[in-house]
């Protein structure tokens, strides 16, 4: 068994999530970032690659002082449990997702992962090692299903959102997409890594609704099984 998997992103009209020095963008505007806080309330965990926390820092908490009350009416801590596909622990031990705002975390890395370092970081979350050169994604999802984590929110990188996609792990996908061209070759799409080579490989994607939110759109897919 594992959690519901919902993909959820902003990128620019060319499929970008920021330049290719990895600088963060604001792609979307205030109405947006509401409908991100109430989708991180309404998830059980929030997952993110270890590339976005050294780009971005993020805290992955939920914003919204009414949602955090929310979830406390619902008998859960204020914000989902946070979790980092993390293969070789570079995580920093100061990083605001392991210590900004109440709840569990989560460290996913390999078995070759260095001890002392996993250590250090497990002061602060809890350490699961699955796979031996790549994270097993298949193998943690389980264990966050066995964690009580139902409904979980991955919110990048590309790398990361690649790996799902490529373990047929991703039940929804949605994607804010702003009115701007970033470009670059090198700079991170929705999903990198290999890519898929034949045609019969590629995800194929149903979709559900397209709204305008402010100057973008926001598109929302459901994977096709």
């Known amino acids: ?12 009209a060319d499929g970008k999530l920021s330049t290719r020095e990895r600088c963060q963008v604001r792609i979307s505007g205030r109405e947006d970032f509401s409908r991100v806080d109430q989708l991180k309330s309404e998830s059980d965990g929030i997952m993110v690659g270890i590339g976005t926390v050294l780009a971005d820092d993020p805290s992955l908490t939920v914003k919204s002082p009414a949602l955090k009350e929310g979830r406390n009416d619902r008998g859960v801590e204020e914000n989902p449990v946070r979790i980092v596909v993390d293969s070789t622990l570079r995580c920093p031990v100061d990083a605001s997702v392991l210590h900004k705002g109440e709840g569990r975390r989560v460290i996913a890395c390999t078995a070759r992962a260095d001890p002392g370092k996993a250590a250090l970081l497990g002061a602060y979350a809890t350490v699961i090692r699955a796979g031996d050169d790549r994270v097993d994604l298949k193998e943690i999802l389980a264990s966050l299903y066995d964690m009580g984590i139902r409904r979980l929110m991955v919110e990048g990188g590309g790398t990361l959102i690649w790996a799902l996609f490529e373990a047929d792990l991703v039940d929804e996908l949605t994607c804010f997409v702003g009115n701007m061209i970033i470009g670059g070759g090198t700079a991170p799409t929705l999903a990198d890594g290999t890519g898929f080579i034949r045609e019969d490989a590629f995800i194929r994607l149903d979709l559900e609704s397209a709204v305008r939110i402010g100057e973008g759109v926001l598109l929302t897919w459901r994977i096709r099984r």
Do not use: Q
């Open 1 to 12: 068994m594992r959690p519901h998997v919902l993909v959820n992103v902003a990128m620019s």
